[in-house]
């Protein structure tokens, strides 16, 4: 059982690049959430997915794009890749459309933007 | 603005030794408080969750106190093994109008040494 899985694991961008982050997850969880983590800061939560087919933005979703491909999938996208979206980001996904709920996290993509 | 802070930000003790972190939060109203780990390089997992009835709870060497009118959680470590060296992270679940809404906390960096 691989729980939540991310790729790619490291990742380095040039300015203005663009790059979909991908996550899935395989617990049957009905909602999933894209954070980022920054040093000396709580997790942020750029977008979620509360159901399979809905999609709404987090606390910091500038920048940002997000795809529920299936209720397996949640990929984030970047456009055009800035200095400050350097972060490691984390994909969870929780049974229930509910924050609050044990959320459970990918091992993080750790991205550069030079 | 709901706020969560956890004491102290770093902090190395010896194996075998016993520690406590300490987690205050301002969020309002309030639904649930949990205590993950996160190791070096990995995604938080769950180690407990505190609701407003409950005073203590264990998980093994993992014990969490809630004191819910002074908005105050600890995390209590008792012999403390190398594995624990980890980040820990309080998170607080608070009820607003749109549904649940989480504030992490910035976490706890505590290593065990030899």
């Known amino acids: 059982n691989a729980g939540v899985t991310q790729t790619p694991k490291f990742q380095v961008l040039k300015t203005g690049q663009s790059m979909t982050l991908q996550c899935a997850q395989d617990m049957n969880h009905n909602s999933m959430y894209w954070y980022r983590q920054d040093p000396g800061m709580g997790l942020r939560l750029i977008y979620y997915?509360?159901?399979?087919?809905?999609?709404d933005k987090g606390e910091v979703p500038n920048g940002y794009n997000v795809s529920r491909l299936n209720k397996r999938e949640f990929s984030l996208r970047l456009e055009s890749a800035a200095p400050s979206q350097t972060s490691v980001y984390f994909c969870a996904s929780s049974p229930f459309a509910s924050e609050g709920t044990e959320a459970f996290f990918g091992q993080g993509t750790r991205l550069t933007v030079v | 603005k709901n706020q969560v802070e956890q004491s102290p930000q770093s902090l190395i003790i010896l194996e075998g030794k016993n520690c406590t972190l300490q987690c205050n939060y301002t969020v309002s109203p309030f639904s649930n408080l949990r205590w993950y780990k996160q190791d070096t390089g990995r995604g938080p997992v769950s180690l407990t969750i505190m609701t407003f009835s409950e005073n203590t709870k264990s998980n093994g060497r993992y014990t969490a106190t809630l004191d819910a009118d002074t908005k105050q959680s600890s995390l209590h470590i008792t012999a403390s093994q190398l594995s624990d060296s980890a980040s820990y992270i309080c998170v607080v679940t608070g009820l607003t109008g749109g549904g649940n809404k989480l504030t992490f906390g910035t976490g706890t960096q505590l290593k065990v040494e030899l």
């Open positions: 997915s509360a159901s399979e087919g809905t999609t």
